[in-house]
């Protein structure tokens, strides 16, 4: 059984940077990072391969954020940076079984519980 755990989330202004990590789960996962806005769906954010060699993200977050894995630590990063108001939201790690990086929510098969991250402007 896979249990993620992120923390790293918390309230910053404009501009200002966090750095979320997950912890938890096996070296040969797929992992990524969505997030949910209130009333809003879940949406991808990033993700990485198994050995970390291959990276996506979305549009929104592109040239802002960095995915990145310590597998020996068992700890996936999202480093984000130039934080906006509309990238307030819940944050989750995901662990998928597929065999190349995917941004779809249903190919993932664990989830954590999610960490809030709140930026004011």
């Known amino acids: 059984q896979v249990q993620l755990v992120e923390s790293g989330g918390g309230l910053v202004q404009a501009g200002g940077s966090l750095r979320l990590s997950c912890v938890g789960f096996g070296r040969r996962y797929v992992m990524g990072w969505f997030r949910q806005a209130p009333g809003k769906e879940r949406d991808f954010v990033a993700g990485i391969s198994w050995a970390g060699g291959s990276t996506d993200y979305a549009d929104s977050v592109k040239g802002r954020v960095i995915i990145s894995r310590d597998n020996a630590k068992n700890t996936l990063y999202l480093q984000m940076n130039s934080l906006k108001p509309e990238d307030t939201a819940v944050y989750y790690c995901?662990?998928?079984?597929?065999?190349?990086?995917?941004?779809?929510?249903?190919?993932?098969?664990?989830w954590g519980q999610g960490t809030q991250v709140t930026v004011s402007s």
């Open positions: 995901a662990a998928s079984s597929s065999t190349v990086v995917t941004s779809l929510g249903r190919e993932y098969d664990y």
